[in-house]
């Protein structure tokens, strides 16, 4: 029963220790995030605009959803009903072909199948889960990084 008490009394002891170790090594606020800054600074981003003259910007990594190659700000409310992408894209006659310069791109066969439940059937309709296409798909554009990026593949 001592031997319990001195084990407690001395893990209680450390443990100040530490406490009062941690307090006299204070962090100073432009260490805590990221960006070097002050927590208290609110950034503002620097403008950018949408890239629309230079075609299609290649994609990060190989299997990265391709980047929007003209301004969405008209079609922000995308919703399961209501979606001006498909109006284009939805071309399941064209799916794997060629398309000429400046014509909408295809959706693949991926963005008609059901991969929760029937994951080899494609249909000619687009999957419900697949209509908020901005979830991977972003508009072009020319901002910068707000962080530096030095993932490679």
Not at 82 to 87: A, D, E, L, R
Not at 92 to 114: C, L, R
Not at 120 to 125: F, G, I, L, S
Request: with cysteine; charged share 20%.
């Amino acid at each position: 029963m001592k031997i319990k008490t001195v084990l407690i009394a001395s893990a209680v002891a450390l443990a100040a220790a530490g406490i009062v170790q941690a307090a006299g090594t204070a962090m100073e606020e432009k260490e805590m995030g990221l960006s070097k800054s002050s927590v208290f600074d609110v950034p503002v981003p620097p403008a950018w605009d949408y890239v629309t003259t230079q075609g299609t910007m290649p994609r990060y990594f190989g299997d990265a959803p391709p980047m929007i190659p003209h301004s969405i700000a008209a079609y922000e409310n995308i919703t399961p009903t209501m979606n001006m992408c498909v109006s284009c894209h939805k071309q399941p006659d064209k799916m794997g072909q060629k398309v000429a310069a400046g014509m909408p791109t295809p959706m693949p066969a991926s963005h008609y199948t059901d991969l929760r439940n029937s994951p080899t059937k494609v249909d000619k309709e687009v999957d419900g889960s697949r209509y908020k296409c901005t979830l991977c798909h972003q508009a072009q554009a020319d901002a910068k990084p707000l962080v530096e990026n030095t993932y490679k593949q």
